[in-house]
């Protein structure tokens, strides 16, 4: 179960609860299962941070191979350029599009590696946001709940109506 899908069940749980008698402000839930949700989100957090570290690996990838496929077209074109180069009667055409090659390779080399650094700042803070939003779900919850435990306690730490 995803942490979107127990927290949606927790809403639920306290969607679903009955209210304590003259304070319609507060519920009454099941505590053991409100601790299990909590539970399970504790537990597929690692799984969610698993997720995000893949995806920052995957970004990794695509730089490193950015980096080797600007490296190896900038190799084919000195290496084209040094043929040309050896041919004497064009050695100033030769020298003019190897540079040129060369800055498109550079060119494209920087593209590829800015956009995949943009797409890597993209998703982390899509998953930054992503668990921002939990965070405060997760307080949201926190708080209700600790509000319903405070709200079954008198001011003296017995439960209501046990003297």
């Known amino acids: 179960m995803s942490i979107d899908e127990i927290l949606e069940e927790m809403d639920e749980l306290l969607d679903k609860a009955g209210s304590v008698p003259f304070v319609a402000h507060k519920k009454v839930i099941d505590g053991e299962r409100m601790r299990e949700l909590i539970n399970d989100v504790r537990l597929n957090m690692p799984h969610e941070l698993k997720e995000a570290k893949k995806i920052?690996?995957?970004?990794?990838?695509?730089?490193?191979?950015?980096?080797?496929?600007?490296?190896?077209?900038?190799?084919?074109?000195?290496?084209?350029?040094?043929?040309?180069?050896?041919?004497?009667?064009?050695?100033?055409?030769?020298?003019?599009?190897?540079?040129?090659?060369?800055?498109?390779?550079?060119?494209?080399?920087?593209?590829?590696?800015?956009?995949?650094?943009?797409?890597?700042?993209?998703?982390?803070?899509?998953?930054?946001?992503?668990?921002?939003?939990?965070?405060?779900?997760?307080?949201?919850?926190?708080s209700k709940l600790g509000s319903t435990v405070s709200a079954g306690l008198t001011t003296d730490g017995k439960k209501n109506g046990i003297q």
């Open 56 to 142: 920052e690996f995957d970004c990794q990838r695509i730089l490193n191979e950015a980096k080797l496929n600007a490296e190896s077209i900038i190799r084919k074109a000195e290496e084209r350029a040094a043929q040309i180069v050896s041919r004497e009667a064009i050695v100033t055409e030769a020298k003019k599009k190897a540079l040129d090659m060369l800055n498109k390779a550079q060119t494209a080399s920087k593209n590829l590696q800015q956009n995949a650094a943009a797409s890597v700042a993209k998703m982390l803070n899509e998953t930054e946001s992503y668990y921002s939003r939990n965070l405060q779900s997760i307080k949201v919850v926190k």
